[in-house]
Every structure is written in structure tokens, then in C-alpha cells.
């Protein structure tokens, strides 16, 4: 089990940025493929971005796509979610997840605690 740790997340008003990081330990980091996901009070947790091993392919929640970007620094073995012109609909609990194959997975038996984003309207 990969251990991964979330941060970044705050309060913003919308139209705000915020950057959330994924660290995570191991020699292997450059290896994986890094998800990100989110879960809004009241709903099903849900696929935000993805980023395979070495950068080559990067995947989207369609809402996301042309705010959000997701990118790597496997020197600092973290992953970065860049989120720009925010919504209130993208108030959620932000969390990432490591897998060794692409397309990455959906559903993972460990979640770590997450980071809260709140976009204020």
C-alpha cells in the first residue's frame, strides 16, 4: 500500500486558485499512476484527474477540463492538482490515490484523510 498524504485545500471565493499537493514515500513514486478525487457532502466520491508514470497522459472529469491541471515532480515524489477559476460546486473533500496501472482505478480499499477545498459564492 502506497501512502499518500493530501494538502493545499482551503477556502476561497469563486473564480480563486488553490494548488493541492500529493506527497508520497517510496522509491517508487515514479513508477505510479496518481489520481485525484473528491467527495461533496451528500454525494458518491468521484474521479477529478489523473496523471500516468512519467507524465506521458494525463486524464479529466469533464467539469474540470481546461481549469484543473494535474502535474508531477517526481524529484519531490509529489503530484500537484493546479485548480483555477474555482466553483462552488468543486467545494469537496480532495483526495489522491496511487495505482500501478492506467487507466487507474476507481475504487481503492484505503483513503488517506483528504483536504478540504471550499469555494464561497
Known amino acids: 500500500q502506497v501512502q499518500v498524504v493530501e494538502s493545499g485545500g482551503g477556502l476561497v471565493q469563486t473564480g480563486g486558485s488553490l494548488r493541492l499537493s500529493c506527497a508520497a514515500s517510496g522509491r517508487t513514486f515514479s513508477l505510479l499512476d496518481i489520481g485525484w478525487f473528491r467527495q461533496a457532502p451528500g454525494k458518491e466520491r468521484e474521479f477529478v484527474a489523473a496523471?500516468?508514470?512519467?507524465?506521458?497522459?494525463?486524464s479529466y472529469l469533464d467539469s474540470v477540463k481546461g481549469r484543473f491541471t494535474i502535474s508531477r515532480d517526481d524529484a519531490k515524489n509529489t503530484v500537484y492538482l493546479q485548480m483555477n477559476t474555482l466553483q462552488p460546486e468543486d467545494t469537496a473533500v480532495y483526495y489522491c490515490?496511487?495505482?500501478?496501472?492506467?487507466?487507474?482505478?476507481?475504487?481503492?480499499?484505503?483513503w488517506g484523510q483528504g483536504t478540504q477545498v471550499t469555494v464561497s459564492s
Open positions: 496523471i500516468r508514470s512519467g507524465g506521458t497522459q494525463v
Open positions: 490515490n496511487a495505482d500501478w496501472n492506467w487507466p487507474i482505478r476507481r475504487q481503492y480499499d484505503y
